[in-house]
């Protein structure tokens, strides 16, 4: 460790001399950076407690970009890597436009079928496709596209592995062809005469990337089965394709509404977020490593006979499952939290929700002097109270100890 090791790498280092350092710290409830002071022995000894955490973390890193290194160069010609954010140095650019705001695990199954089909089209002697992205837990890193992912040769005849970026390390070239799309069209709505040139709407936006990205002989529309997208030539440099919220609300009806409720109550990837490699190995079970060169593994059973049965909580699938004044549980910022809904955002498909104090596990709670308000997106919220906290003594607001086991269960998962 840091204190054991650096004095002995530098024997004239003076441990008591005054020194000052910036260190990511959750106070309240929030993550900010601080500036702290101290000797360099304090010094040490904070890195010390930091130490284990950031060995592994650095590891995982480091391994997950030399595996992802080695995969791009030594590909398998029946295999595909889709990287599902679409830097612009992949060999095809893709970008999906859209009126449906809240890009969750649903979109992501849109947007795989799209690729998919693509595939099919253009490469017929894939038989692979590798996923690569970062490890969000609302629309990547989750059970319900795991779920997706064992039931990906069924929907779409590939076999299909997802490999994640360690935490925090999923930028970089990733998010360069939104960039360059989103800054043409500033352009220009700059550069033309007056407000009625302005794009102001997501199929506007689309029309403007096709004549702005395609050739004119592909800006005809290929319909495909549920689902419409601009028919672009595979020379073409980006491949601009539009999704309706409509036809992503269809989707889900006729493809994953029904799958959803065949997953168990909890789990079943327990501690999801610990692993970064995925492998479905038939249409039940999947493989989960934390790293992707990992000799160790976890396989897991995606239905089971025997559920847990959830008592004092609910599952919140859709905007129709919660209302104004309940009470939810919520993961934020690698905690869980207990909240109070106090507006609904049914387009965007976000809650505006007041946070209770501490954060969980535990069973008693408080609303801060400063009200601790905040817009979370669906997909973050882990489950809904069946009861409201009780309100007791000193406005301490308080819960039974099995509801708190119940959504640290949930809470496991994500």
Known sequence: VPSTEIPTLYPGIDLDEEVNWMKWANVNGKIDIHRLSGSVGDLLIEMDHQWSKFIMHSYITHAQFEHIRTLKQSLASDSALVHMDFAENYIINIVIVSDYLSHDTTFVSCAQKLICNHIKTFYPLVTTILYLSDGCSGHFKNNFSMLNLIKHYEDYQY?????????????????????????????????VDGPQKALLSPVEFYDFLKQKFCSKSTNSILDMPHIHIGQIANSEKIHIWYLSEFNISEHFDEYLSDRCKT????????????????????????????????????????????????????????????????????????????????????????????????????????????????????????????????LGTRYNYTIQQHLCDEIQELFSEY
């Open 159 to 191: 076999k299909a592995e997802w490999i994640f970026y360690s935490t925090s390390h999923g930028k970089g070239p990733v998010d360069g062809l939104g960039a360059v799309v989103k800054s043409a069209a500033r352009r220009e709505t700059m550069i």
């Open 263 to 390: 997953r168990p109550s909890t789990g079943p990837i327990f501690g999801i977020r610990s692993y970064h490699h995925f492998q479905s190995l038939d249409n039940a079970t999947i493989r989960c490593k934390t790293t992707s060169d990992s000799m160790s593994y976890e396989d897991f059973t995606m239905f089971i006979k025997h559920q847990s049965k959830l008592k004092c909580v609910k599952r919140v699938l859709t905007m129709n499952d919660v209302n104004v004044n309940d009470y939810i549980a919520v993961e934020y910022q690698d905690d869980w939290w207990l909240a109070m809904i106090q507006a609904l955002e049914p387009t965007l498909k976000e809650l505006h929700v007041t946070f209770l104090h501490p954060p969980g596990p535990r069973t008693s709670f408080k609303f801060p002097v400063r009200p601790d308000e905040l817009n979370i997106e669906l997909g973050n919220v882990i489950c809904l109270l069946c009861q409201p906290p009780t």
